[in-house]
């Protein structure tokens, strides 16, 4: 289920997510925070893809709220971040990394 303040990744190539335009964006101006069942829900993903992803050094960066088993959450400016170095610009398929 989406989160009611969440948008999937249609709405982020359309450069909104929520009420925030992601393309001027920055850590001070958009300090929303995600679990990682919204942040899945953004990003098109399960909750499980995220968690395989953290755990082999790739996806968005992410926060612990605890040392061990904490919660994890996601900041609205590091799932921008990663969905822009995922950008593939059109007739360059190299672009993502």
Do not use: K
């Not at 992803?53 to 400016?77: E, H, K, L």
Request: proline share 7%.
């Amino acid at each position: 289920m989406v989160p009611a303040n969440a948008r999937l990744v249609t709405a982020w190539f359309m450069g909104v997510i929520g009420s925030v335009d992601v393309m001027n964006a920055t850590p001070a101006t958009d300090a929303r925070i995600y679990s990682r069942r919204e942040a899945a829900a953004i990003l098109g993903v399960t909750p499980t893809t995220l968690a395989h992803w953290a755990m082999q050094g790739r996806g968005p960066a992410y926060a612990r709220s605890g040392p061990r088993r904490g919660r994890v959450w996601y900041r609205a400016c590091d799932l921008d971040r990663w969905l822009q170095s995922r950008s593939i610009e059109p007739g360059n398929p190299t672009t993502a990394t």
